[in-house]
């Protein structure tokens, strides 16, 4: 049987912020409004995490190919299974978007160079006044501990203020998860294919 993460928005309410950020950042129709933005002429290779693109929107924002969707065709892109990472993955794909300073010389904004420094506090700074800064987190989607996370293309994920609670109720959630299915992480000197791997995906319900 496929391993599916299941949210529901009405059962699991106390992680709610986590599950409407993955709904955004899922569905192609919506995600090309989630941070950081993709436009025309971006690249991976383009991208400078140092300089994240400009908040906007400049109304030329483009859609991502962000996979995990239970709810799309298995041989699309969206539809594309993701993979639990190695154990030093977890903090590759952070590191794009935080622990490191950046700066955004088209709003006159920078953030220097500490630990808690991240991208949502400029492009969702309004969770982060309406709830203060110690009680928001940075969330990403896909999870920073699949290999498909921020680090993958530097493009292709999302990121949003969430409040802490709800952040690390999805964490026990996901972790939950991942132990009921025995997902391990990926060993890539000792796994030469992910045939004794396994794939999941999610799926969000009401």
Same mark, same amino acid.
């Given at each position: ?48 995490? @140092? ?8 109304? &030329? ?5 962000? *996979?995990?969707? !239970?709810? =799309? ?34 709003? @006159? ?8 420094? &991240? ?5 969702? *700074?309004?969770? !982060?006044? =309406? ?54 992480? !990926? ?20």
């Amino acid at each position: 049987a496929d391993r599916v993460f299941t949210m529901s928005k009405s059962r699991d309410s106390e992680f709610l912020d986590v599950i409407l950020h993955i709904e955004k950042a899922l569905n192609p129709a919506t995600n090309a409004g989630t941070y950081p933005p993709y436009r025309p002429g971006d690249t991976t290779a383009g991208r400078d995490i @140092n300089l994240p693109p400009v908040k906007g929107p400049l109304g &030329n924002e483009l859609p991502k190919v962000i *996979s995990g969707n !239970y709810a =799309k065709p298995p041989n699309t892109p969206e539809g594309a299974p993701l993979w639990r990472g190695t154990d030093t993955g977890y903090e590759d794909n952070r590191k794009i978007f935080s622990q490191h300073a950046f700066e955004v010389p088209q709003d @006159n904004f920078r953030l220097g160079n500490y630990y808690s420094s &991240n991208y949502c506090k400029y492009y969702t *700074s309004d969770v !982060y006044i =309406k709830y203060g800064y110690t009680e928001v987190q940075c969330d990403e989607y896909p999870f920073a501990s699949t290999q498909e996370g921020a680090a993958k293309d530097k493009i292709n994920y999302s990121v949003q203020g969430v409040r802490a609670g709800h952040n690390w109720k999805h964490g026990d959630a996901l972790k939950a998860f991942y132990g009921h299915y025995r997902l391990l992480t !990926y060993d890539p000197v000792n796994t030469i294919t992910k045939v004794s791997d396994s794939p999941f995906w999610v799926k969000i319900v009401d």
